[in-house]
């Protein structure tokens, strides 16, 4: 099972709308579209999986809220920085108010 957060994404947003439009227009159809978003979603999955090299780091002031449940996490955190690495030095390049994380449970192998 590939988890389907991903077609919230500018990217999935903009592949599910270029799909409803060639479906009603009738050069596609609905099953699919559907094949074409389920396979989005395991190479989204994919991809992150094995992409181990991190670009950005952040670092929260406060961790404000932590739920799990269904073997999900929701983490809200206040006061956020990201910082990118040039090398050996750390630069800022973004400072949030408030950052919200979801994050999934995965099989290695999926």
């Not at 449940?69 to 408030?98: A, N, P, S, T």
């Amino acid at each position: 099972m590939a988890y389907k957060m991903y077609r919230g994404t500018t990217l999935g947003e903009t592949l599910q709308e270029t799909l409803d439009y060639l479906i009603q227009f009738g050069d596609l159809n609905p099953n699919l579209a559907e094949d074409v978003l389920d396979q989005f979603d395991r190479s989204v999955n994919r991809l992150l999986r094995h992409n181990d090299k991190p670009q950005l780091t952040f670092k929260g002031d406060k961790l404000d809220v932590y739920r799990f449940c269904d073997k999900v996490w929701i983490l809200i955190l206040k006061d956020v920085v990201f910082y990118e690495r040039d090398g050996r030095e750390k630069h800022e390049i973004l400072h949030v108010g408030k950052m919200k994380i979801v994050a999934c449970e995965t099989r290695i192998g999926m």
